[in-house]
């Protein structure tokens, strides 16, 4: 009886330490934006689809839990989004996943007019990727390439 229950907990450790390490590996993964498609416009809004791309360079599997983002113009908050599912990117591999947005017209014409002030536009985006732990959800900054 007590070689089974030892085995049992061998094995949830295990199992534990491989899901930590699949979590941990999405720190060293670089993301880009591949594309923006938009669709469903309307008076005030319109929604947009990013594809974002996910390269893993470790020898393992990396699982990103979640995901969120803000695009900034000249440092004004245009909009924000988030992927709600877990996505898995295979060891050595590129993954796309697709978010969808809604940007809001009142937030475009506020960033185009700092830009018209400033005579210039500088675009970022800042983003964290968060991974669910025992102790709870960890989250850190991650650089998307605007190319």
């Known amino acids: 009886m007590h070689k089974i229950s030892y085995f049992f907990i061998i094995l949830v450790l295990f199992l534990f330490c491989t899901g930590i390490k699949e979590r941990l590996a999405i720190k060293e993964c670089k993301f880009s ?19 974002i791309k996910v390269n893993n360079p470790n020898n393992i599997d990396a699982t990103l839990d979640k995901f969120t ?13 988030t992927t709600g599912k877990r ?3 295979p060891s050595g591999k590129s993954k796309i ?12 014409g506020q960033a185009l007019v700092t830009a018209m002030k400033l005579k210039k536009a ?22 998307i390439r605007l190319d």
């Open 33 to 51: 934006l591949v594309s923006v498609k938009p669709y469903n416009f309307s008076f005030s809004n319109l929604k947009l689809d990013f594809e």
């Open 69 to 81: 983002y803000t695009f900034y113009a000249n440092e004004t908050d245009v909009f924000s989004g």
């Open 87 to 89: 996505i898995q990117i």
């Open 97 to 108: 996943f697709t978010t969808t947005i809604t940007l809001e017209y009142n937030k475009i």
């Open 122 to 143: 500088e675009y970022k985006v800042k983003a964290k990727a968060y991974i669910n732990t025992i102790i709870g959800e960890i989250s850190y900054p991650v650089e």
